[in-house]
């Protein structure tokens, strides 16, 4: 575990061992050189980053010392098997902090401008670098740092790295270079980052996208090349995506091609092949075809290990027990377990299922806001809207609360990662691997310091953690919001131009207009919306046909007259620029976006109220032969909700519903709620289990209600129970209820006592059902609903209740 001893110990300590006088505030190295007592190639990589780095920023190009200059002014860089070769002084003030383990650093800064980076290894050494570099003063030719630094830290977990896939789906990474590559790899390091994940050239996406700058084979060799020349371990995410592993020539062809793309990569550490998604297989097929793909494997990588997920998406007990199975045998080419999306044994029972001999590797799905692995709880339904499953979305706080919630039954992780949009949860998720005990501000300072500048160390760490307060409750009652762009606007007006076409100044940037702009609009439509049914409630005394006139005429104010044209200018001018600098696709027809990654820009005027449903019926309203049967139409469109006398209605994506969901385990214990009801969106299409947008389109491809896009849920056969009180003892009731959502599950309906509302159905082929509720069930004045799913279903999901008194 790493550690610190307290500053004033570390400072008293240096004062005797080397001057005897007090050190100032910080030291200026801006006129240092650079000394190593070491020519090995992977420290003369490290020294290469700490020049290009510090020349970008400063103007300062720090020249190599052949000897060690005696009147200071130089950056030591040493390993520690080498700390003999420096002068007593220097050894005695590095062996002053306590012990490293591997991959560990000291970072102390001397006398006579002196700074000393000691690494346990190589490794160490480059991420003592990034340390250093996290922590400087960096401007116009100044180069300085705090005179009191005396670092000494080892990482916790050995695995810590993130995915960087080359393929289509992705938001950005299939529009980089190779030299952008290799600066993305290099920041992540500098933040202790020691595994990176590649893609083969054939997954379940397109073989090319126009963006590509190279052949997707050709790029995973110079990821490779990149990662093996800063020293870091490299990963293949490899999915079975061959139709037969069992028939010899299916087999051979699958193995030709592992084949091809193992020999060609420079470096290779380790193989993820996930069980599922895409490819299924059983799990004595998976781990047969998994010993010929390890023999092919270690041909040309002999260390190289194979590591599985069980992520399947309806898995059964008997493939679990046969996956586990095989597992435990401690196969010499197996590696371990991946603990990812869609794996659906929380990671505490999967510790307990395996051997303590075999490790568990997290994967982490920081890329994604809902039907996520770690989905924003509770996320507004404008925010699903409008920014999507993929959009820009710096959730600092909430990374941190999800990887120390899990961290311990881990080696580390290698984040699930689809492009650029999720770079601070990188970050932050690489500095908890690193220490869990790190505080969240500080990674965001040393971001902003090093990405943005010193003088925005605390103004951009602050708005990065404005905007993941933007996604906390209600949108309508979150004022923080608009503050959020004063803050983010206070930094622009400010910035020089190289910070303003800064990608990463520019992603918070966008978000804050963004959500802004979101926000407004959102109270502007509800408005509207309040209004054109003010025109439709007084039908009875206008008539029919002008109530829906003057309720259509309110509506449409909505496209006809927008509001914050600058914000949504803004917008599309950052977007414009994002897909120049760094590839980031933000919207589909200008920028080459795939649907529903990463595109929210093309989703900035989807309508956040019911107009599109509430329009929709006027249609059919109007198609009536009387005016009596328009009135009444009017009057139920009017009153959907209402559950009559004494009766109850409630949607279970409405805050104000949600206290009648039966809670399971805290967030903060359970979150990716595996064992806890979660929030769901989407509406749900006949033969579809997937749609890229949250929009008022569901069953038949009707128009629903807004209401229809949320829902309350649990995952696999976990039950959902939600909880009704102060019912009346003596009477009947009957039940409407709404199933809408992305599963299409088969559900079964029961009540606390045992009695069966409904047995198992399946759902989406219809919203609405209605059925009785026994009345023995509700008896004592309360009932709790139980749902469940048979085996191998994806969740139960919950929308609407009426509850309504007969």
């Keep these: 575990m790493p550690y610190r001893t307290s500053f004033r110990f570390i400072v008293l300590l240096l004062v005797v061992l080397l001057t005897g006088s007090a050190f100032s505030q910080s030291i200026d190295l801006s006129k240092s050189q650079i000394f190593s007592p070491s020519d090995k190639a992977t420290l003369l990589r490290s020294i290469e980053v700490l020049q290009n780095e510090v020349e970008k920023r400063t103007g300062i190009k720090l020249p190599v010392a052949k000897k060690l200059p005696k009147s200071g002014n130089v950056i030591l860089i040493v390993s520690e098997s080498e700390l003999g070769k420096l002068p007593e002084p220097y050894r005695n003030a590095v062996s002053a902090l306590p012990e490293l383990k591997s991959e560990g650093f000291k970072l102390v800064a001397g006398p006579s401008n002196t700074l000393i980076i000691a690494g346990k290894d190589a490794r160490g050494i480059l991420y003592g670098v990034g340390r250093f570099l996290r922590k400087a003063e960096m401007t116009r030719g100044k180069l300085q740092v705090d005179g009191r630094l005396a670092i000494s830290t080892s990482p916790r977990y050995p695995m810590r790295g993130h995915q960087l896939g080359y393929r289509p789906k992705t938001n950005a990474y299939d529009a980089f270079t190779v030299a952008g590559f290799d600066q993305y790899i290099r920041e992540l390091a500098l933040f202790g980052a020691n595994t990176i994940e590649i893609l083969p050239p054939r997954t379940d996406d397109d073989a090319t996208s126009p963006h590509m700058k190279i052949p997707a084979a050709q790029m995973i060799v110079e990821q490779s090349r990149i990662c093996k020349s800063y020293g870091l371990d490299v990963s293949i995410w490899y999915p079975n995506m061959g139709k037969n592993y069992v028939h010899p020539d299916s087999i051979a062809k699958e193995l030709a091609e592992r084949d091809q793309v193992f020999a060609s990569l420079p470096k290779l550490d380790g193989v993820f092949v996930p ?9 004595d097929v998976l781990f047969a075809w998994l010993e ?56 505490q029972k999967i510790r307990e299922m395996l051997k303590p001999s075999i490790p568990i590797r997290h994967y982490p799905d920081i890329t994604h806001n809902y039907s996520a692995q770690y989905p924003v709880p509770h996320w507004d339904l404008a925010w699903a809207m409008t920014l999507g499953r993929e959009s820009i979305n710096p959730r600092p706080f909430d990374e941190k609360m999800i990887h120390n919630a899990l961290d311990q039954y881990g080696i580390g992780s290698v984040s699930y990662s689809e492009g650029t949009n999720d770079d601070v949860n990188k970050f932050v998720w690489s500095d908890q691997d690193w220490d869990p005990e790190m505080p969240v501000i500080e990674t965001l300072r040393d971001y902003s310091r090093l990405f943005f500048g010193p003088e925005y160390k605390e103004a951009g760490a602050q708005a990065i953690v404005d905007l993941e307060k933007n996604w906390r409750g209600e949108v309508v009652d979150n004022d923080g919001i608009s503050i959020t762009l004063r803050q983010w606007q206070s930094m622009e007006k400010s910035a020089p131009l190289k910070l303003l076409q800064n990608p990463r100044f520019q992603m918070g940037l966008i978000r804050a207009y963004f959500d802004d702009y979101t926000r407004q609009r959102l109270i502007y439509e509800l408005e509207l919306e309040q209004q054109a049914r003010r025109a439709l409630a007084s039908a009875g005394k206008s008539g029919a046909m002008k109530a829906i006139r003057d309720a259509e005429s309110w509506l449409e104010k909505a496209w006809k007259e927008r509001i914050l044209p600058d914000h949504q200018q803004k917008c599309y001018d950052l977007a414009d620029s994002l897909f120049k600098s760094i590839g980031a696709q933000l919207t589909m027809k200008k920028h080459g976006a795939m649907s529903g990654r990463g595109n929210f820009v093309d989703l900035i005027h989807m309508p956040l109220n019911d107009a599109p449903y509430l329009l929709d019926q006027f249609k059919r309203i109007e198609k009536l032969t009387s005016e009596a049967e328009m009135l009444r139409e009017i009057d139920q469109l009017l009153h959907r909700t209402d559950p009559g006398p004494g009766g109850f209605y409630d949607h279970f994506g409405d805050p104000e519903s949600w206290y009648r969901v039966v809670p399971g385990l805290p967030w903060e214990k359970d979150p990716g709620s595996l064992q806890s009801p979660r929030i769901g969106f989407g509406v749900g299409l006949v033969g579809e289990e997937w749609v890229d947008e949250i929009q008022a389109t569901g069953f038949k491809g009707q128009v629903t209600p807004r209401a229809w896009m949320k829902q309350a849920k649990t995952l696999y056969d976990q039950p959902l129970q939600i909880r009704y009180d102060n019912l009346d003892p003596e009477a009947a009731y009957r039940l409407r209820i709404s199933y809408t959502g992305r599963f299409r599950s088969r559900m079964r309906m029961t009540t606390d006592d045992g009695q069966t509302i409904h047995d198992f159905i399946q759902t989406g082929e219809q919203p609405t059902f209605e059925f009785n509720v026994p009345k023995a069930a509700t008896a004592d004045g309360k009932v709790i609903f139980e749902w469940t799913c048979g085996e191998g279903e994806r969740g139960s999901q919950v929308t609407e209740i009426w509850l309504m008194k007969q």
């Design 275 to 283: 069980a599922g998604d895409p490819g299924e297989l059983e799990p």
């Design 292 to 347: 010929k793909e390890a023999t092919l494997l270690q041909k040309y990588h002999p260390k190289a290990k194979i590591w599985v997920s069980p992520q399947v998406f309806r898995p059964t007990q008997k493939w679990f027990d046969a996956f586990f199975s095989h597992a435990n045998k401690e196969y010499p080419w197996f590696g371990g377990v991946v603990f990812g999306p869609w794996v659906k044994i929380p990671v």
